[in-house]
């Protein structure tokens, strides 16, 4: 399945749904989102407007102007963020070429029910789901399924996973989200229009969080396979019963009062966590993101300010898809309309107390958040940058007032109560004319200009001070997306994942697609998002000024248009393209050491199975997209994880292919034979114990 060269020509299209994605896919993580209204009905200037407007372009452009193609990056902090010139050629003779870290065969695109890693490379399975993690859980038995016992095993459709470090070089403690339920996989005779309260709360104990304490020690030294240790004291299952504390200003607050919680304090679960971040002082970050979908009766809110924000958060229907209604009042929003108001939110927990309780930070905002990711200021306080995962939404960054001090735990706990969220503002350094919307570079050669970070509130502990007209520091914080509207920010193509170069402090925006950009009533294309429905995605570097982050103004600049490297419409950096893998969709996002970038995918619009690509960001590879891995039929590649000698990925959904069904799967990875597809956490390692990437 695997050859040097990577496929040239375009494979045939697999499905109608917007990128790659089945119509279960979309049914059951987004509740159909791409089919829906888009929420985002503002008015806000689209690109060609805004680069009209000369002052604002050349005011901004004056702050962008530092990240202009300068040749080889020079990016250590404390210079000016300098982004590296186009690489020149291919990767030269004898294979496995490419940056150090990716020299690797890259795998071919290809639609197997496997787990293909390049050649040389080995695999195992760390945690599947229904795996128990405590020495009280039962062995999963699909066919006996309760919600006792999924509370006390590996949760379904792990998405994040990240690992942090234990005693000694071979133990971590790996934390994992369980972003969605597709019930109609799961369970034995499942009925959509008349699910069993069994089901219901085995589905909700599926849901949430996972933290695992896991081990390299069991296998030989050459081994990059990672055994979980049941019954570790931090192992800890987070479920749809299990309390979270909200916290920041808009604890407390009427928004989210409910008959349950008249206090408006503690709220029970976590819901659709996709991917996330970890800080520097250890705690985890994760973003709950497609919450709209469990709440139901929308259409039957009477109050019009409540429906509209209701609205805009993707809250407009009738029953909800999984009838969660029907077993708990507070998803009815007719019974509970202010429940919904208390997810949305980036959760942190700290891994290393097993009995601490996890906070809703409300002072990062109110969205669909995909994720969190940390970056440090010049001067010490906390930058945390987050994407919202919707057609034409927006990207933002929170800066903590209060500085990070190594090994003050205490000190730290509070530094996401207390700082100003903002969003930004994309300006185009091209005439609009030149954004031709086919991928057609402007004449200055890249899709680059500069932009602002637009404060929306600042957080005090418990108040708030707006900064947006007309609302209040709650209501901003609470329905962070009309603040968004109201300020004029960019639309963007589904901000997913963002991560910060640990070498040059350049900041990667994952934007997976947007097929509406630019069809009739919507907005067209623009220099940051310069394709009309666009169905590969595009990565965007963003470079704050003075290379900090603390810094409002930046620079930006396309570094990839996926697609088929074959398709003109695509562009790798420069790099060229008939060395490059075919990649669409891309996602979540990671560096290894070398600085170089990974970008997983979901929804493959070209007719593969999702994958991992590793890509050089600096150096004479810049740009040489080359494929790592491909996940099973009908999966996603989520939380990918890359250390020097071995690469984790999430495996999200196998299976979930058009038709399938618990009697009916259509992917039997990872345990084979006629077994049902279980979600898991593989691992791919050398085979002669060798670094991963280098020749
Ligand atoms: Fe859960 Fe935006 O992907
Ligand atoms: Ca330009
Ligand atoms: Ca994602």
């Not at 695999?123 to 599947?128: A, K, S």
């Not at 069994?198 to 390299?216: D, K, P, R, Y």
């Not at 949305?344 to 906070?359: A, F, K, L, N, Q």
Request: hydrophobic share 35%; proline share 7%.
């Amino acid at each position: 399945m695997t050859e040097t060269t990577p496929r040239r020509r375009l494979l045939p299209l697999l499905s109608a749904h917007p990128g790659g994605r089945s119509a279960m896919t979309c049914r059951y993580r987004c509740g159909d989102a791409c089919f829906h209204d888009i929420p985002n009905t503002s008015g806000n200037d689209y690109f060609g407007d805004v680069v009209a407007s000369a002052v604002s372009r050349r005011s901004l452009l004056k702050a962008g102007a530092v990240i202009a193609v300068t040749g080889a990056a020079t990016t250590a902090l404390g210079q000016e963020p300098a982004m590296a010139a186009p690489g020149k050629g291919g990767p030269g003779n004898g294979a496995p070429a490419g940056a150090p870290g990716l020299r690797f065969d890259a795998v071919a695109p290809n639609t197997a029910d496997v787990l293909t890693p390049p050649p040389g490379y080995l695999q195992d399975i760390v945690l599947r789901w229904g795996d128990p993690l405590f020495t009280d859980a039962p062995a999963f038995d699909p066919a006996n399924q309760s919600a006792e016992a999924q509370q006390r095993q590996f949760g379904y459709n792990c998405d994040y996973l990240g690992l942090l470090p234990l005693k000694g070089r071979q133990d971590f403690l790996l934390v994992a989200n369980h972003e969605y339920t597709t019930e109609g996989m799961m369970f034995p005779g499942y009925d959509p229009d008349n699910p069993t309260a069994e089901q219901v709360a085995t589905a909700w104990a599926a849901h949430g969080l996972s933290i695992v304490a896991v081990t390299s020690g069991r296998r030989g030294k050459r081994s990059g396979a990672l055994d979980p240790v049941v019954g570790h004291r931090l192992n800890r299952r987070f479920h749809t019963g299990t309390a979270f504390e909200l916290s920041g200003p808009v604890a407390g607050s009427p928004v989210v009062r409910t008959g349950a919680d008249p206090e408006g304090r503690t709220v029970l679960g976590t819901l659709n966590n996709c991917s996330g971040g970890l800080t520097q002082w250890g705690t985890w970050l994760t973003a709950e993101e497609n919450f709209n979908q469990y709440f139901a009766h929308a259409a039957s809110v009477a109050d019009p300010v409540v429906k509209e924000r209701l609205r805009r958060y993707g809250m407009s229907g009738g029953a909800s898809e999984r009838k969660w209604e029907r077993f708990d009042d507070r998803f009815d929003l007719t019974k509970e309309p202010n429940e919904a108001n208390r997810f949305g939110w980036i959760v942190e927990i700290d891994p290393y107390d097993p009995t601490s309780t996890p906070r809703k930070r409300t002072a990062l905002g109110r969205f669909k958040h995909e994720a969190a990711t940390t970056r440090l200021t010049r001067d010490g306080r906390v930058a945390v940058y987050m994407g919202d995962d919707e057609r034409f939404d927006y990207f933002y960054k929170f800066v903590s007032t209060g500085r990070y001090r190594r090994g003050d735990d205490r000190r730290n706990a509070d530094l996401l109560d207390n700082g100003t969220l903002y969003v930004a503002r994309f300006t185009g350094s091209s005439p609009a004319a030149e954004i031709t919307g086919d991928g057609a570079l402007p004449s200055d050669g890249a899709f680059d200009g500069g932009g602002e970070w637009i404060p929306l509130v600042t957080s005090t502990g418990s108040e708030a001070v707006s900064h947006v007209p007309g609302m209040s520091g709650v209501e901003v914080l609470t329905f962070t997306r009309q603040a968004g509207d109201a300020v004029g920010a960019t639309k963007m193509d589904r901000p997913e994942d963002v991560e910060p170069s640990p070498r040059s402090g350049v900041v990667y925006l994952a934007l997976t697609n947007n097929s509406n950009r630019g069809v009739v009533g919507q907005a067209g294309a623009d220099e940051a998002n310069p394709r009309t429905k666009n169905r590969h995605g595009h990565v965007v570097e963003v470079a704050e000024r003075r290379n900090d982050a603390g810094e409002l103004a930046f620079g930006w600049r396309i570094f990839l248009l996926c697609g088929d490297p074959n398709d003109p419409g695509t562009y790798f950096a420069g790099f060229d393209k008939s060395q490059v893998s075919p990649i669409s969709c891309p996602d979540n996002v990671t560096f290894d050491k070398y600085g170089n970038l990974w970008i997983s995918t979901d929804g493959n619009a070209l007719g593969s199975n999702d994958g991992l690509f590793g890509v050089a960001v600096e150096g004479e590879f810049r740009g040489q997209v080359k494929q790592f891995l491909t996940v099973p039929r009908g999966a996603e590649a989520c939380g990918p994880w890359v250390e020097d000698d071995r690469v984790l990925v999430c495996v999200q959904h196998p299976g979930e292919t058009d038709g399938a069904a618990f009697e009916t799967p259509t992917s039997h990875w990872p345990d084979g034979g006629t077994a049902i597809p279980r979600p898991s956490i593989a691992v791919a390692w050398r085979a002669d114990g060798k670094k991963i990437g280098h020749a």
